[in-house]
Structures are given as structure tokens and as C-alpha cells.
């Protein structure tokens, strides 16, 4: 039967056969915005299908009726919901190398189950059905994959509005013709849409979804109560709290996310991070990694033609001394102190064996009762057998040992406390001159390339050496703020923290892991009695 059914098709004779269909919402993407709590997405979804726009219900209903008055059977439908049959992306190519492509994995999956014959239910397929050429594609490559299935395999694909024949030279030919007029649309739309954002986000006018957390829902006007949180939680970071100190105590308020969500870390810091809270415009540029493969997003400031910064059309809830003193806490790289895991001890992760060539992690292990010891005791250990890694050669009492954990801790925040109490920092940070002659030049070396006056070679050489130099200012600038601003206010209580009613373990954790990148426990010879104090060497954690 595979031998003449791009002909009964044409004929319009699906008697015996079994189609599928494939039904997508076309969309197409345009530059994402921030969206509630500092959550940024990389692209926003806007209709640009033909002025008749169906669901993908509608399609496959359409479908299903075109193919039984015909009398085929239908068997299965490919739904590809808020899917760009345009917008092409960089990925990584089978070779290794790097290009730019549709990206369709449901359309391309269904093109292979055609020519195999195979639907994904294990039933025989033998055509497949659209509602009309845009639903198919808009990119060239696929429909040339698409002929091919037509035209090499005998698979036939026809729709139902009658805009695409895929059975004969003559249609082919005008199908080439179709799509490359619809991908030109295509262009041309989201040229304007992306001129439209760029104008809208050089006014510092508030776009995007869901209102972001700290104001209403005009994205304006401020939420009082929930500004006066972010107020205060940003105090506390600049002042020394953890994060997870300020999660847990949100979540144990029941405040939650602008989408009713509970806080978690990564959203409390992308939610800081944002340059909203300080009333500049952000903007969410999409790099790509070519070790990865993957899209990085990185939400930065707006900034005019002078490379000031843009300010948006809202009521700001930070300074921006405050919110550039929190880029210095989120930059420095991988937060210590999540305070989010399993472990049900002080010292777990933390405490390392101190036996020479050895290194690892010491694990706790209860008592054994032959030994006298109270219920619950238990010893850390470097555990060879167990975990196949250490020495087996070092254990330390546990209770004993988390005591003088949290003794650390607590003397750790309170010398850093006195020590900038007894430093006079001056207010006005010493780089700002050398910093805005900085952003000068690469305003006036974008001017000269933009005159012709410099060569591309010359700009970008010169375009990377000035924003490394910017990026270096910016961040001692930020590391000045924050040591500003906790000067002026009062350091963290770590000791009120530590014993107040209600502290969960998980808390006291992320004041360990963010005060001591480890903590070694020193071997001691068989026989001898050596305070736990004496065995235990810190190692601080740089901040």
C-alpha cells in the first residue's frame, strides 16, 4: 500500500489508512522580561498565527473530521503548544560546532515516525494531516524534510484549508514559495515587537507578567507591607544574616512568593538581585555557553546613550547604595549556607578528618550502649569501611564537638562585628572619578565607531579592556557600599539567632557553612586524652 499513497491522497481516497495529526499553536518569541520575585525568563510568548487562530483542540478536531469523511482513521495527534515554527536558536550541532536551527523536537519526531511508519501509540501511520502550511512550518530547512518524507519515503502530508500540497512538483514548488514569504512575516513582526520592547524599556515603562513581589499590580505603586519586608531582609543580609534565616522566616510566616509560592533561596536572590528594587530599568540578556550548550541569562541595567542608567516608571524600595551593597553579597559567587539538605547534625560537611594524606568528610555514628553512654550520643567519624573513602583513623565526641561549633560561630560574628566598629570607613568611595571617566570612554569609543573614525578590530579590543575595568570598579564600588551600610546599622545577634525558640537545625547550618569553609579535627595517638577544643582547626570562609 506505501507505493501508492501519496497518490490516493491526492485522489482524496484515505480508505483503510491511519493518519495523525499535527497541531501547534504558533508562536513567536520576543525579549523576556523580569517577572515576579527577580525571575527572569529569556522570551515571552505572542501569538502570530493567522488572524483565525485555532487551539490546538480545534485543530485536531478539524483533523480527526477531515480525515474520517474521507475514510481514513485517525490515531494519534502531535500537539506542539506555544512552539515557534520561526524563531531559530543556537545549539549544538551533531559535529560538535555550534549553528542556529528551529527548534521543533515534536515535529521532527513526527516526520521520523512517517517515514518508519510507526505512530508513538505502536499503530501503523501512514499520513499525516495540518490545518494549513503555517501550522507546518515556517522555516525552509523543514519543509525541505518535509518534502523529503513526501517525496522519498511515500508518506503523504496534506492539510485541510487547502494552502499546502505537498503531492505534486507544481505544489512543491508554490510551498517553497509560501514559506519563504511567511518567514519574511515572521521577520518582519518580530522586528517591530522587539523595537516596540526596546522603546517601552528605554522609558523605563513596567512590562511583563506577574506583578513583581514588593509592589501592586499596576507594577508601580508599592506594596507597603511587602516593600517593608524586602527593606528589612536587605538590611539583614548587608548586616550578616543568611539567607536561609530570612527564607525560613518568611515561609514560617506564610508570606509567599507574588504567585503564592513558598521562598526559596535561588528566588530570595534573583528576587535582590533585580535592579527594579532600586528603581532601574532591568533588562535580560540570553549568552550562550558553549561548553554547556545551553542559554545563560543574565539580568543587567538599561542604560542610555550617555550609559546612564534608565529609570523605570515605578516607586523604588531600595537606594541604590543598598541594592549595589546586595550585588556585592550575590556576586562573589556560590552562596555558602543554603541551610537546604537532609543532614540531622552540626557538624555534618563540615568537620574533616586532619590525618595527613586523608581529608575526608567525618560522618556521625551513634554510641554503642556497651559503652555507658547516654541515649542518643554519638561520635563523628572518618568511616573507611562504610563510605569507602578516609582513613578510619580519627573520631571526635559529637555533642561536645557541635558545642564548640556553635561557640565559633557566635565568637566568629561578634569579632567581625568589633572589627568594623573599630574601622572608620569614609562615606565617599575613592574610584567614583576613576569609574566615570571609565564609562566616558566607552561612550566615546562607541561615538567614534559609530563615525567610522576607528575599525572593528580596534573597537572591540579596545570596547573589552574598558568593560573589564568597568566590572572591576563596579564591584569594588559595590564591596564599599556593603561595608558602608553595615557599618552604619547593627550587626546580626548570631547569639539571639542560635538559641531563639523555634530555630530549626537547618538555620544554624547556614550560619556554619557561611562562617567555615571546614572545620579539621586533629588525630590524636591511642591512649591519650586531648580536650576536643585542642583537636578542632578552623578554617574560615573568605567574605
Known amino acids: 500500500m506505501a507505493e501508492d499513497l501519496v497518490q490516493r491522497a491526492h485522489w482524496g481516497n484515505l480508505e483503510g489508512q491511519n493518519w495523525a ?15 515576579d520575585d527577580g525571575v527572569t525568563e529569556s522570551t515571552r510568548f505572542v501569538p502570530m498565527t493567522s488572524r483565525d487562530i485555532k487551539s490546538t483542540e480545534e485543530q485536531e478536531k478539524d483533523g480527526r473530521q477531515f480525515i474520517e469523511s474521507r475514510g481514513g482513521r485517525y490515531i494519534h495527534t502531535y500537539l506542539e503548544p506555544d512552539t515557534s515554527a520561526w524563531k531559530r536558536r543556537r545549539v549544538r550541532l551533531p559535529d560538535g560546532t555550534t549553528g542556529y536551527r528551529v527548534v521543533r523536537p515534536v515535529f521532527e519526531g513526527a516526520l521520523e515516525d512517517l517515514k518508519q511508519g510507526t505512530a508513538p501509540n505502536g499503530e501503523r501511520i501512514d499520513g ?8 507546518l512550518t515556517r522555516d525552509p530547512r523543514h519543509l525541505e524534510d518535509a518534502i523529503e518524507t513526501v517525496e522519498h519515503y511515500r508518506r503523504p502530508i496534506i492539510d485541510i484549508t487547502g494552502t499546502l500540497d505537498l503531492l505534486t512538483d507544481n505544489g512543491r514548488a508554490m510551498a517553497r514559495v509560501v514559506v519563504a514569504m511567511a518567514n519574511k512575516q515572521s521577520a518582519d513582526t518580530a522586528r517591530r515587537l522587539k523595537r516596540n520592547h526596546k522603546a517601552r524599556r528605554d522609558l523605563g515603562i513596567p512590562v511583563g507578567g506577574t506583578r513583581p513581589f514588593g509592589w501592586q499590580e499596576d507594577k508601580r505603586t508599592l506594596n507597603p507591607t511587602e516593600a517593608d519586608l524586602i527593606r528589612k531582609a536587605a538590611r539583614r543580609l548587608i548586616e550578616g544574616a543568611t539567607w536561609y534565616a530570612i527564607i525560613a522566616d518568611w515561609n514560617r510566616k506564610g508570606i509567599t512568593t507574588s504567585r503564592g509560592n513558598a521562598w526559596t533561596q535561588s528566588v530570595l536572590r534573583e528576587s535582590m538581585r533585580n535592579p527594579r528594587l532600586c528603581g532601574y530599568r532591568p533588562y535580560t540578556v540570553v549568552e550562550f555557553d558553549p561548553d554547556t550548550g545551553r542559554e545563560l541569562k543574565n539580568m543587567t541595567i538599561t542604560r542610555d546613550s550617555r550609559g546612564d542608567p534608565v529609570i523605570g516608571q515605578w516607586q523604588p524600595i531600595l537606594t541604590v547604595a543598598e541594592w549595589e551593597a546586595l550585588v556585592a553579597i550575590i556576586g562573589e559567587g556560590p552562596v555558602r549556607g543554603s541551610g537546604f539538605n537532609t543532614r540531622k547534625y552540626l557538624g555534618t560537611g563540615t568537620l574533616r578528618c586532619g590525618k595527613e594524606g586523608c581529608g575526608a568528610l567525618l560522618r556521625p555514628c551513634k554510641a554503642s550502649p556497651s559503652l555507658g553512654k547516654p541515649e542518643g550520643y554519638f561520635y563523628y567519624g572518618c568511616h573507611a569501611k562504610s563510605t569507602g573513602r578516609g582513613c578510619g583513623g580519627v573520631r571526635i565526641p559529637g555533642p561536645e564537638t557541635d558545642a564548640l561549633i556553635a561557640k565559633l560561630v557566635i565568637a566568629k560574628y561578634e569579632e567581625e562585628a568589633a572589627a568594623r566598629n573599630a574601622v572608620a570607613v569614609p562615606k565617599a568611595w575613592p574610584g567614583e572619578d576613576e569609574l566615570r571617566n571609565v564609562r566616558e570612554d566607552i561612550d566615546d569609543l562607541k561615538q567614534a565607531r559609530r563615525a567610522r573614525k576607528i575599525s572593528a578590530e580596534r573597537y572591540y579590543a579596545d570596547l573589552a579592556e574598558y568593560e573589564s575595568d568597568e566590572r572591576r570598579l563596579a564591584k569594588d564600588r559595590n564591596a ?22 523555634g530555630v530549626t ?12 569553609t571546614a572545620l579539621v579535627v586533629l588525630q590524636v595517638g591511642r591512649g591519650r586524652r586531648v580536650p ?5 582547626v578552623p578554617v574560615w570562609a573568605e567574605k
Not at 557600599?481 to 531563639?500: F, H, M
Open 128 to 135: 499525516l494531516i495540518v490545518y494549513d502550511i503555517d501550522r
Open 532 to 536: 576536643v577544643r585542642d583537636r578542632l
Open 21 to 35: 495529526g499535527l497541531a501547534r499553536l504558533s508562536t513567536e518569541e520576543i525579549e523576556g522580561e523580569a517577572l
Open 480 to 501: 564599599w557600599n556593603r561595608r558602608i551600610l553595615a557599618a552604619q546599622g547593627e550587626p546580626v545577634d548570631v547569639a539571639k539567632e542560635w538559641y531563639r525558640d
Open 505 to 516: 537545625l537547618a538555620e544554624r547550618r547556614s550560619y556554619v557553612e557561611q562562617t567555615l
